[in-house]
């Protein structure tokens, strides 16, 4: 197993399965499982413009609410990393024909003009990704609170689908048997990166210290054998050439 593969199997002990994303951020409507597709934009500031930046972006989401946006936009930064200046803001989830829906409210509320008459000025990059939710191997209630997001990312091996999609959910369905004291929210990249996220909230740091039992132990009682669980966390690995993981930062005074 390589390094970073073993890296992967802590963090995999400590807050669930690796994963997310970035993704992160999220809701869930567990029972509409035909809106899965979640939307990513991430947007890096000018040097020296982020109050500016900040100050612009308030007042566009100002005007989205004022002109009724049918979206939920969570925005984030990361905690750690080179890319702390960078701003994500999501939202799911929406159905395949509530693209088209959104494209035809873009157009009529004018929302895209106002932010280039008011925000592009401070931008000096940005970038747009699409993710498909799995909500039936996913717990985020609606009702989840939350300040903090962990997300691991796997880059995905090639000829993997099948058996990976089958432990995903073996490993996600031990969790909720079990009680496993966490939510969690799955998605996939859509938009060619060969990417699946893991997102985990959390209210503050101290809540992302590991708990008593490790997953890898209540994966073990689930199936009723150490070696059965020692071999499918083993194989749980090997359908990723690595994975990384971050903490995102909710910007709620950001977000609407």
């Given at each position: 197993?390589?390094?970073?593969?073993?890296?992967?199997?802590?963090?995999?002990?400590?807050?669930?399965?690796?994963?997310?994303?970035?993704?992160?951020?999220?809701?869930?409507?567990?029972?509409?499982?035909?809106?899965?597709?979640?939307?990513?934009?991430?947007?890096?500031?000018?040097?020296?413009?982020?109050?500016?930046?900040?100050?612009?972006?308030?007042?566009?989401?100002?005007?989205?609410?004022?002109?009724?946006?049918?979206r939920k936009w969570s925005v984030y930064q990361a905690?750690?990393?080179?890319?702390?200046?960078?701003?994500?803001?999501?939202?799911?989830?929406?159905?395949?024909?509530?693209?088209?829906?959104?494209?035809?409210?873009?157009?009529?509320?004018?929302?895209?003009?106002?932010?280039?008459?008011?925000?592009?000025?401070?931008?000096?990059?940005?970038?747009?990704?699409?993710?498909?939710?799995?909500?039936?191997?996913?717990?985020?209630?609606?009702?989840?609170?939350?300040k903090y997001v962990g997300v691991n990312t796997y880059?995905?091996?090639?000829?993997?689908?099948?058996?990976?999609?089958?432990?995903?959910?073996?490993?996600?369905?031990?969790?909720?048997?079990?009680?496993?004291?966490?939510?969690?929210?799955?998605?996939?990249?859509?938009?060619?990166?060969?990417?699946?996220?893991?997102?985990?909230?959390?209210?503050?740091?101290?809540?992302?210290?590991?708990?008593?039992?490790?997953?890898?132990?209540?994966?073990?009682?689930?199936?009723?054998?150490?070696?059965?669980?020692?071999?499918?966390?083993?194989?749980?690995?090997?359908?990723?050439?690595?994975?990384?993981?971050?903490?995102?930062?909710?910007?709620?005074?950001?977000?609407?």
């Amino acid at each position: 197993m390589t390094k970073k593969l073993k890296v992967t199997s802590f963090y995999f002990s400590l807050f669930i399965f690796l994963m997310t994303c970035v993704s992160v951020p999220v809701y869930a409507e567990e029972e509409k499982l035909d809106k899965i597709i979640t939307t990513m934009w991430v947007f890096f500031p000018k040097a020296g413009k982020t109050a500016d930046f900040e100050k612009a972006f308030k007042k566009h989401v100002a005007y989205r609410k004022s002109m009724d946006d049918p979206r939920k936009w969570s925005v984030y930064q990361a905690d750690m990393g080179p890319k702390m200046n960078a701003y994500l803001v999501r939202a799911c989830c929406d159905s395949w024909s509530d693209l088209d829906d959104y494209r035809q409210w873009n157009i009529k509320s004018k929302a895209p003009e106002n932010w280039r008459e008011n925000v592009s000025e401070y931008v000096a990059h940005y970038e747009r990704s699409r993710s498909e939710a799995d909500f039936k191997n996913s717990h985020w209630p609606a009702d989840v609170k939350y300040k903090y997001v962990g997300v691991n990312t796997y880059r995905l091996k090639l000829g993997h689908s099948a058996e990976r999609a089958k432990d995903k959910k073996t490993l996600s369905d031990a969790a909720k048997s079990e009680n496993w004291p966490y939510n969690w929210f799955w998605d996939e990249s859509i938009n060619g990166k060969m990417e699946m996220n893991l997102a985990i909230p959390y209210m503050n740091y101290g809540a992302m210290a590991p708990p008593e039992m490790k997953f890898s132990e209540m994966l073990a009682k689930h199936l009723g054998d150490k070696e059965k669980a020692k071999k499918l966390l083993s194989r749980w690995s090997s359908h990723f050439k690595s994975v990384s993981y971050n903490v995102y930062v909710l910007r709620e005074d950001l977000s609407m």
